[in-house]
């Protein structure tokens, strides 16, 4: 018999994405490039501090003489002098800053005024160094942590630029979020621009993540804004994984200079289509940022982040929860905290692997199960690129494209009644090892420990509770099971085949015969597929086109 070859389609859209990690930014220093730190910090550094924190003072001193006795206290803009104190005061020691640290700006592009952008988008967003825009563009509001307002020094100064604050505790803090954007944005000057940096966390600029829909949910113009920094020595780059804030200041204020270079591109009109669909709109505009940039973009989000610190925690590779999670919960109607579950079982599968990946080894130790030809085409499935490992990415997708459609209330029940050879309603450790030996295809498999973790009450016999609660909770065994029935129809339609072939054979090559293969071979029956009729002969499977 010819090996079966499993057709394994695979949609574009669930491709691992070019870039694996855009939240790790590696340490990179030499042995020279520390000793030169070092020796041009001993001057370079104390004198920068010095000069930072007056400038920091007087920038309070500012802040505080522009909010003094302003009665609206965030809830109406600030007016007259008040204002013009924020964007020219403020402004001009903010460039002085910069340049105190070492900062060399280069400005590219015409920057849009209040009426023809109310709100620049900027990105990529990887250091808290990126707050140069504001400066550049006459200090306009930000979208900052409510608990950021209360810092000492820094909070008022961040308070005279008039920020959208948002609030953790607040459950409605989002939605808030977005009506005060909205209502900043469609005031006609009243206030002033909005700086928004829409990746919504820090990346290592090697391509434009999720753009989040608050910029774009206005329906305004947007003027989009690119961030590079082109120097040999990377210092400024803040992410999950590297250097942490006070190593890059200190590192950055060692630095002779730092290059950065800001373009302003064109003001983004958005369509009526793209009014209709903020998706669209913010996707139109992250796809020309990064043609600019000559950059890909991928659909990792923070969620991909917090997936990624779970997996550091569990002792895998950070990059192990990155799953792109905002594109796969949509498609496959994903929670995160059901992600986050699976996480745990990936890691305790994968705990005996190197790389916090599952080879076909862990995988059949898992499911307590030899390795068979039925694991390995279930295993098939699982592994998206063929590499012969499962990363959790293919992992949660296998689970919901494959598994858990298998996994119905009907399938469990099919199965129940299969394992149950005598009927009466409850399934012997005999009548398990029976059925389970002749589906993987190996008479002499030791079942014994599988059958005493389905059989919760330690009785000898599984209910039919305790065969749906275990199933539920494993459904790999699922599509185990109906994988099974597909190599059993398989069999069968192999089998017909031949004896179609045999017949003709016999015959006159003129003259084929015309007999169907239901009158002609007689099906085989077995506990698994008895019944044998002509609807299940037609091997069509149970899997999507994932």
């Known amino acids: 018999m010819a090996p079966r070859v499993l057709p394994l389609p695979r949609q574009q859209s669930f491709c691992p ?3 694996p990690n855009p939240f790790v930014h590696p340490r990179r ?3 020279g490039d520390k000793l030169r730190a070092v020796l041009q910090g001993i001057i370079l550094l104390p004198l920068r501090a010095i000069c930072m924190a007056f400038l920091v003072l007087l920038a309070w001193l500012f802040a505080s003489v522009a909010t003094f006795h302003h009665p609206g206290k965030g809830s109406e803009p600030l007016k007259g002098w ?3 104190m924020i964007q020219t005061t403020l402004s001009c020691l903010t460039r002085t800053l910069f340049f105190v640290m070492g900062f060399q700006v280069k400005v590219k592009g015409k920057i849009a005024s209040l009426l023809e952008a109310p709100i620049f988008v900027a990105a990529p967003h990887s250091s808290f160094f990126d707050a140069i825009i504001a400066a550049l563009t006459g200090m306009p509001s930000i979208v900052s942590r409510a608990e950021n307002l209360s810092t000492p020094v820094f909070g008022t100064i961040l308070s005279s630029l008039q920020p959208v604050a948002v609030s953790r505790q607040d459950p409605d803090s989002r939605k808030n ?17 909005i700086l928004i940096f829409p990746e919504g966390t820090c990346t290592n600029r090697s391509c434009l993540i999720t753009f989040k829909q608050g910029a774009f949910l206005p329906r305004v113009p947007v003027q989009p804004v690119l961030l590079r920094y082109p120097n040999k020595l990377d210092t400024v780059t803040w992410t999950w994984q590297g250097y942490s804030l006070k190593e890059l200041c200190v590192m950055t204020l060692c630095q002779l200079f730092t290059r950065v270079e800001v373009e302003f591109l064109p003001v983004h009109v958005p369509t009526e289509e793209e009014k209709n669909d903020p998706i669209l709109f913010a996707n139109r505009v992250r796809q020309t940022m990064a043609t600019t940039l000559n950059i890909p973009v991928t659909d990792h989000t923070f969620e991909d982040c917090r997936l990624m610190i779970s997996a550091g925690q569990l002792t895998l590779p950070m990059e192990a929860g990155l799953v792109e999670f905002t594109k796969i919960s949509k498609k496959l109607n994903l929670k995160w905290n059901h992600v986050r579950e699976q996480l745990d079982t990936f890691a305790a599968i994968a705990s005996a692997s190197k790389g916090g990946r599952i080879g076909i080894e862990e995988f059949a130790e898992y499911l ?3 390795i068979s030809d039925v694991l390995k085409e279930l295993f098939l499935l699982f592994d998206r690129n063929g590499d012969g490992t499962i990363d959790f990415r293919e992992y949660v997708i296998g689970l919901s494209i494959l598994c858990n459609p298998a996994n119905t209330e009907e399938t469990i029940r099919m199965a129940f009644k299969l394992f149950d050879m005598d009927e009466d309603g409850t399934i012997t ?8 030996q002749s589906a993987l295809g190996v008479p002499e498999l030791d079942v014994s420990m599988l059958f005493k973790e389905i059989d919760a009450d330690e009785t000898g016999k599984l209910s039919y509770d305790e065969f749906k609660d275990f199933a539920f909770k494993h459904p790999e065994y699922a599509k185990l099971f109906t994988t099974y029935l597909e190599l059993q129809r398989y069999q069968l339609d192999t089998l017909e085949e031949n004896d179609i072939a045999s017949s003709e054979v016999r015959h006159s090559p003129v003259r084929k015969s015309t007999i169907s293969v239901s009158e002609t071979t007689p099906l085989a029956r077995n506990k698994v597929c008895p019944e044998g009729n002509e609807e299940d002969n037609s091997s069509t499977s149970d899997k999507k086109d994932d």
Do not use: M, Y
């Not at 979020?177 to 621009?193: C, H």
């Not at 450790?429 to 389970?436: G, K, S, T, V």
């Open 177 to 193: 979020t977005v009506t005060e954007i909205t209502k900043r944005a469609l005031s006609r000057g009243q206030w002033p621009q």
């Open 429 to 436: 450790e005999d009548e398990f090892a029976c059925i389970i």
């Open 17 to 19: 994405p070019t870039v």
């Open 29 to 31: 220093l030499s042995a």
């Open 368 to 370: 307590k199960l030899p």
């Open 82 to 84: 008040r204002r013009r």
